[in-house]
Nanobody
C-alpha cells in the first residue's frame, strides 16, 4: 500500500506560479513511478505529468509542456509539480498518483494509488 497526500494548491492570478507537493508513505519511494493528474469541473480526469523512479525521465501533457515541471526527491519521499505561467484553463483539482502497471504513463486507470487531491484555481 502507498499513501499519498497532496499540498500546495490555492488561488493564483493568470501568469502566476504554484508548487504542488505530494508526500508518499508505505513503500520504498524510489521504487514507485509517480504521476500527476487533474480534473476540472464537469470534465474527465486527465494526465498532467509523470516521472520515473530515479527521476531521470519525465513525461508531460502537451497542454502543460514548457510551463510545468515534475520532480522528485527520493530521500524525502516527495514528488513536486512546479506550475508556471498558469492559465484559467489550468483550474482543476490536482491529484498525485502512484505505481502504474506500465507505459503509457498517461493512463489514469493504470495507477494503483491516488491522493485526495488539492484545488488549484487560476483567476483571469
Amino acid at each position: 500500500q502507498v499513501q499519498l497526500v497532496e499540498s500546495g494548491g490555492g488561488l493564483v492570478q493568470t501568469g502566476g506560479s504554484l508548487r504542488l507537493s505530494c508526500a508518499a508513505s508505505g513503500r520504498t519511494f524510489s521504487s514507485i513511478f509517480m504521476g500527476w493528474f487533474r480534473q476540472a469541473p464537469g470534465k474527465a480526469r486527465e494526465f498532467v505529468a509523470a516521472i520515473s523512479r530515479g527521476g531521470l525521465s519525465t513525461y508531460y501533457a502537451d497542454s502543460v509542456k514548457g510551463r510545468f515541471t515534475i520532480s522528485r526527491d527520493n530521500a524525502k519521499n516527495m514528488v513536486t509539480l512546479q506550475m508556471n505561467s498558469l492559465k484559467p484553463e489550468d483550474t482543476a483539482v490536482y491529484y498525485c498518483a502512484a505505481d502504474p502497471y506500465g507505459s503509457p504513463w498517461s493512463k489514469l486507470e493504470d495507477y494503483k494509488y491516488w491522493g485526495q487531491g488539492t484545488q488549484v484555481t487560476v483567476s483571469s
